[in-house]
């Protein structure tokens, strides 16, 4: 058997996150110690979402991350960034992408870490896909679905990363074209 990469002794800090972040979701049972896990807490959950987003922008893309973490056991079970651009995909979020990553999975059980508030799609799939919680890293840069979320009965927190809303910032300066196309669509460039 193979011993875990990270266990109960290892530093939770941003070099230990961003290997996460950029290693397959299938592969983290076997790098990550049950012990490990239980010992991350929602802020380093929204850092690797925050990290995945970073990935997204480095790409090319939106710089927009999420992560889906099992309630019970603290497990990531799905994690996924924006890829608009990289694979030309207009509703590949980083929401819809970790959904994706997840698969076929009973969401009500798990919490939702994303790097920036959700548009209207992937507000409306976090409902219909049953989540009961979403924590979202960046209502400053964006904002507005939080309430429809709560109508809806997920709890939503608010645990804002100033590395992420930094980021997204910088973005929305440098590529205001590319940041109106993930929102409104290619229409609205017109």
Not at 6 to 31: R, Y
Not at 59 to 82: F, M, S
Not at 109 to 121: A, E, F, G, I
């Amino acid at each position: 058997m193979i011993k875990p990469l990270f266990n109960q002794n290892t530093e939770i800090n941003d070099i230990t996150l961003n290997v996460i972040a950029h290693m397959p979701t299938t592969s983290l049972s076997t790098l990550i110690s049950c012990e490990f896990s239980e010992h991350l807490q929602d802020k380093d959950f929204m850092r690797i979402a925050v990290l995945l987003a970073q990935k997204s922008r480095d790409e090319g893309g939106c710089p927009i991350g999420a992560v889906i973490v099992d309630n019970d056991t603290k497990q990531i079970v799905g994690k996924g960034h924006n890829t608009l651009v990289q694979e030309s995909h207009p509703y590949n979020h980083g929401e819809t992408s970790a959904i994706r990553d997840a698969g076929r999975i009973d969401f009500s059980k798990t919490t939702l870490y994303t790097s920036l508030s959700p548009c209207d799609v992937c507000a409306t799939l976090l409902y219909m896909r049953g989540f009961n919680r979403v924590v979202v890293g960046d209502v400053t840069n964006a904002s507005g679905n939080e309430p429809l979320l709560i109508e809806k009965g997920i709890q939503v927190n608010i645990l804002e990363d100033q590395v992420g809303i930094k980021q997204y910032a910088d973005f929305r300066k440098e590529k205001p074209e590319q940041d109106l196309e993930d929102w409104q669509g290619l229409a609205a460039l017109k």
